[in-house]
Nanobody, 127 residues
Framework: QVQLVESGGGLVQPGGSLRLSCPAS????????MGWFRQAPGKERVFVAA????????YYADSVKGRFTISRDNAKNTVYLQMNSLKPDDTAVYYC????????????????????WGRGTQVTVSS
């Protein structure tokens, strides 16, 4: 079992920045992928970014490329999402997810590919 707990959400003005954190506790290995998804009110949960733990390969949704950066800290077993130039459209609950596999591009954006989820953290971008 893997436990995920997101933190770092909050209220920020447009153009501002936030950094989300998600430590993973429990059984992990070098062959796993961690990702961030988000869900706005009344909308489906969508992919934001992911990172393969072993080789550090990253993936991003087109909507966040150049603004968001996913990274990992091996010693802390923690994944981060640095969010810059935030827009009102980025408002959502952000979820951390993990799977004990090295996902490839064709599957990394599918929520069904992940089997561990956090409870989410609210990000609100508003003036």
């Amino acid at each position: 079992q893997v436990q995920l707990v997101e933190s770092g959400g909050g209220l920020v003005q447009p153009g501002g920045s936030l950094r989300l954190s998600c430590p993973a506790s429990g059984r992990t290995s070098n062959s796993y992928t961690m990702g961030w998804f988000r869900q706005a009110p009344g909308k489906e949960r969508v992919f934001v970014a992911a990172i393969r733990w072993g080789d550090g390969h990253t993936y991003y949704a087109d909507s966040v490329k150049g603004r968001f950066t996913i990274s990992r800290d091996n010693a802390k077993n923690t994944v981060y999402l640095q969010m810059n130039s935030l827009k009102p459209d980025d408002t959502a609950v952000y979820y951390c997810a993990a799977v004990m596999a090295n996902l490839i591009m064709s599957s990394v954006s599918r929520s069904t590919a992940y089997n561990y989820w956090g409870r989410g953290t609210q990000v609100t971008v508003s003036s």
